[in-house]
């Protein structure tokens, strides 16, 4: 799994893909950020949604998202462990408790804005 972001005022705009055998097998545009006083995680999955993820929580270095909607993932949940590593965690709705987890390795130093 590839996650790349770039800081783009006034939001983050990222791209995520899946390689496997050498082919792209999944393809999302993703975004964060604010509209209305509210954050907002948004992904366009091969040409489709966008689906919103309002920010239900952060605490500490946790950030979780969540669309009861959406059947899978119906929750993201990003944790910055250091500066260097990201967890990721995409659940599924009850009774569909599927959770895919994934660790993002940061290849860069470029930082968006302090808060």
């Given at each position: 799994m590839v996650e790349v972001w770039n800081w783009k005022e006034p939001r983050y705009e990222g791209v995520a893909y899946n390689i496997s055998n050498g082919d792209t097998v999944v393809v999302e545009e993703l975004f964060i950020e604010r509209f209305a006083g509210n954050t907002s995680y948004l992904a366009v999955v091969n040409s489709s949604g966008p689906y919103a993820f309002p920010l239900e929580s952060k605490v500490d270095s946790v950030f979780?998202?969540?669309?009861?909607?959406?059947?899978?993932?119906?929750?993201?949940?990003?944790?910055?462990?250091?500066?260097?590593y990201i967890s990721i965690s995409l659940m599924g709705q009850e009774p569909n408790t599927e959770e895919i987890s994934y660790r993002l390795v940061r290849l860069n130093d470029k930082n968006g804005p302090s808060d």
């Open positions: 979780k998202f969540v669309n009861a909607d959406h059947d899978f993932p119906s929750t993201i949940i990003y944790r910055l462990d250091s500066a260097g």
